[in-house]
Structure formats: structure tokens, C-alpha cells
């Protein structure tokens, strides 16, 4: 965990990008309406980081032991049972990876993944060094986003830090120790600032942003709202970006409840509160029973539906949870489909069509030459990426760089997100 990683997800500079590279998207997902940036591909990791963050002894580990299949992290019913972070790497679950492999007969699938980090409990007082408070604080520091678990469940053999079940004040404390540790961050960072070290007029205009926009995080912080909730421009984003604010990162809120409640978690007046709190700080909240995952996790697979009937549901929310989190994330999938394999691929919302093509490798994206659009609707009914071509429902876009090298990629759009196929393209051919 020696990396930092908080910024890994995103564009390092403002680059205007030419519009006539998304001719064939629709306006919905054209990259120039939601994102005018260029991201360097170079800086997409294909495992993005979500940290599992929350008081001691609340369920994190039994949580990541069931997100994370054979997750061998150790949970116990006793507070700072995880002191070194666990992590795993789990599939993302996309019904349409099956259908595509099934239509182009595909020989494997490979779903887009995701890193979950299990995290130790933080307690009141750890931005002050408290259980081991600064330590944790800085694993939380290298992930992408938070799913914050909050207990409610009721069980008078599992201890609560603090005696009772409560969520609202147990959100209030994490959210309040990542506040306090922002805060720490920026005032630290302000008096360097102070001295100005800017070597030349360009340095010096975004030490200007990096100090605007730290004085209006400090405000919304000590009004106790985070750093997330204050408009930044683009360029003041940029400029405190390696600062990896542990509250500009986005939160899930995640309602653990007991086996009992697993059907109807809606009459739990513990989930009622979290998704109040949750609501007014502009987060998801996704319910599920850590417990009841991590015991179906362990089970043989024909047993598990036996055991989800039998608390009266039909699927694990596991999905969900993983859905929610690749969502949180801001990533997208497009899809490579041919014989060999169906593949997903993780990229950024607001990518442009070289850049996507990029993530399979670099030279994809430096020898862009067209990337051949059709709706995943249509490449389904119509059967095959030919089939639908020949129907008409294709659109290209085309931007010529490197005359020798040749790139085509069929990129689908179905509602928000992309997916292409690719064809004809080796490594062979750009070494030539
Ligand atoms: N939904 C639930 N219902 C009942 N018991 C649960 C539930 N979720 C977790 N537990 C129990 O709570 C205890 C603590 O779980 P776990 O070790 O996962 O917590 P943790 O948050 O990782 O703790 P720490 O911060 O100490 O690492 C375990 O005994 C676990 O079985
Ligand atoms: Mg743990």
C-alpha cells in the first residue's frame, strides 16, 4: 500500500480536445459535453481502489471477506481486530459481458474489476493519533472512494465502541475525524504556500488556484461540510489534487443489518437514519447484511439460493454494491467481442474515443485513426457488429493521425455506457 493513489483516476492537466473526435457519439455521451478534458491514459489504473472505512468492530472485514470471494481477512468480535489493510480485487457483475460473449461466440469473458481495501477502524480522535488514528487516516488517503459501513444491526454480543447502535453519531464521527485530518492537511499546506516558492508566472498562477481553493475547502470544512461539496473550476481541482483530501473523495454509505431484516431493511429505523444522513450529504446508501454475504460467500453455489429464499430474497447484494461502487467511481465499460474473447474495459466518464481505445494499449490511442459507433440495443437485435452495419446503424468518427499505422474500433453506446469491438488490430501492426 506504499502507493498514493487518490489521483491516479484523474487528468493531470486542461487540455482542450477537438470535437470532431466525437462525431459519431450522441450527445449524451459525447465526452465534449461532459468532460472538456484531455486525460492522459497512462494514468488510468485498471484497478481502482475503494476503501472500506468505519468505527472498530461495525463489519468491515466480515463485509470485504464476502465481497472479495476466499477474502482472508481476519473479523472477529472485538474492536481493531484489521490493523494492516486487506486487499482484493473482485469482477465487476455486467449481464451484458454474457450476452455479447454469447452472440459472438466467444471462446472466454472478462469482466471490468475493482480493488476493495478493508481499512482498520477509526475511533473519536484518531486525526489526533488516537488507536492508531494517523496511520489508518493515510490508508484512506490512497483510495479512490469510501464505502463507509455503519452498523445496524442489533446484537448485544457484538461490542459498539461506543455502547449503542447509533448511526447518525457514528457517521458524525468518522465524517468529523476526516475533516479534522483535511483540515490538519490544509493548514500544513498553507503555511508553505505562504512562502510562495513559485518559480516562474505559470507556477505562480496555480499556487494562486491551490491557495484559492484551499481557503474555500477550509471554510466549507469548519462549517463542517466536505470538501466535496465546494465548487472548484477545473483548474483549482487540478491545482489541490495531490493533496488527496480524504473528504473530496465520494462516499457510499453501507447499511449492515441483521440476517432478520435482510428482506425488509426498510422497517429498520437504524436504515431510516442512515439514509437520512446520507441524503443530506449528498451520498448513496446501499443496505446489506455483511453477515448474510459472508456466510453465502462460503457456501457451496446450489446452496445459496436455498439460503436467500429462505430470508425471503432472491439475490445477494453483493451486485449492487459492487455496481454502486464502479458507478461511485465514474467509470464506464466498453466491451472488445470476438472469438477469442468477450472483454470488459474500465474507462473514465467523459473519455474521447482514442483515449478509450488507449486503455488496451498506448499505441491504440497514438495511432487512432476511426472508431465505428452503434447502439449495444442495436449490435444486439441485429446479432453481429456486420449485421448491424449492414442495417445502417453504425456512425463513424474519424480523426487521422498516423497514416501507417491503421485502428478500427466499433464503440456502442447503449444508455451511458460504451462498448466496442475490435478488429483487425495486432501488436505486430504497429511495430512495422
Ligand atoms: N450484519 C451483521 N449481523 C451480525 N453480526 C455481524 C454483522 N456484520 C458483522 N457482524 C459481526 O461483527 C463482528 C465484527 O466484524 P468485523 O471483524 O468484520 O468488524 P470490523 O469492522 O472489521 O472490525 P475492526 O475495525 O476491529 O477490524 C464479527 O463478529 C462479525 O461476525
Ligand atoms: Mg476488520
Redesign the pocket.
Known amino acids: 500500500m506504499a502507493r498514493m493513489a487518490c489521483s491516479h483516476l484523474l487528468p493531470s492537466m486542461a487540455i482542450p480536445v477537438k470535437s470532431s473526435f466525437f462525431n459519431g457519439f450522441s450527445v449524451a455521451t459525447n465526452p465534449v459535453v461532459l468532460f472538456k478534458r484531455r486525460f492522459s491514459v497512462a494514468k488510468i489504473s485498471m484497478s481502482l481502489r475503494a476503501g ?1 472505512v ?12 464476502a465481497v472479495v470471494e476466499n477474502g482472508k ?11 494492516e489493510p486487506n486487499v482484493g480485487i473482485v469482477a465487476v457483475p455486467d449481464t451484458r459481458l454474457h450476452v455479447l460473449s454469447d452472440l459472438s461466440k466467444s471462446k472466454r469473458a472478462v469482466p471490468a474489476s475493482i480493488e476493495f481495501v ?1 481499512i ?2 477509526l475511533v473519536k480522535g484518531a486525526s489526533q493519533g488516537e488507536g492508531l488514528g494517523n496511520k489508518f487516516l493515510s490508508h484512506i488517503r490512497e483510495v479512490d472512494s469510501i464505502l463507509q ?1 455503519v ?3 442489533e ?1 448485544n ?3 459498539h465502541v461506543s455502547g449503542k447502535v447509533e448511526p447518525k453519531t457514528d457517521i458524525d464521527v468518522i465524517n468529523l475525524e476526516l475533516v479534522f485530518s483535511d483540515l490538519d492537511q490544509i493548514e500544513k499546506r498553507m503555511e508553505k504556500l505562504k512562502k510562495g516558492r513559485a518559480k516562474d508566472s505559470q507556477a505562480k498562477v496555480k499556487e494562486e488556484a491551490e491557495k484559492s481553493a484551499l481557503e474555500k475547502i477550509q471554510q466549507a470544512l469548519l462549517d463542517g461540510k466536505p470538501a466535496r461539496s465546494v465548487s472548484l473550476s477545473e483548474f483549482e481541482k487540478d491545482a489541490i489534487r495531490q493533496l488527496c483530501l480524504l473528504t473530496m473523495k465520494p462516499v457510499i454509505y453501507v447499511a ?4 432478520s431484516e435482510v428482506a425488509e431493511p426498510e422497517n429498520n429505523p437504524h436504515v431510516k437514519e442512515v439514509i437520512e444522513e446520507a441524503s443530506k450529504l449528498n451520498s448513496g446508501v446501499v443496505t ?5 454475504e ?1 456466510e453465502l460467500s462460503e457456501l457451496p453455489l446450489e446452496e445459496r439460493m436455498e439460503y436467500l429464499k429462505s430470508l425471503g430474497v432472491n439475490e445477494s447484494g453483493l451486485g449492487n454494491l459492487i455496481r454502486e461502487t464502479y458507478g461511485l467511481l465514474g467509470l464506464r465499460t466498453y466491451f472488445t467481442s470476438g472469438e477469442k474473447e468477450t472483454k470488459a474495459w474500465t474507462i473514465l466518464t467523459g473519455m474521447t474515443a482514442p483515449q478509450a481505445a488507449g486503455v488496451i494499449h498506448s499505441d491504440f490511442e497514438k495511432g487512432f485513426i476511426r472508431a465505428e459507433t452503434v447502439a449495444y440495443d442495436d449490435f444486439v437485435s441485429a446479432g453481429s457488429f456486420g449485421a448491424a452495419r449492414e442495417k445502417g446503424l453504425d456512425s463513424r468518427t474519424s480523426e487521422p493521425i498516423a497514416e501507417a499505422v491503421f485502428v478500427e474500433l466499433s464503440i456502442i453506446c447503449p444508455s451511458g455506457c460504451l462498448i466496442s469491438k475490435c478488429f483487425g488490430i495486432s501488436k505486430k501492426s504497429f511495430q512495422k
Not at 481477512?73 to 490493523?83: D, E, K, L, R
Request: hydrophobic share 45%.
Open positions: 472500506i468505519g468505527l472498530p468492530n461495525v463489519g468491515k472485514s466480515t463485509l470485504f471477506n481477512a481476519q473479523a472477529a468480535n472485538f474492536p481493531f481486530c484489521t490493523i478493508d482498520a477502524g459501513v452498523r445496524c444491526f446484537d454480543d457484538i461490542v449492515n443489518v441483521a440476517e446489506i447484511s455483511a453477515q448474510v459472508s
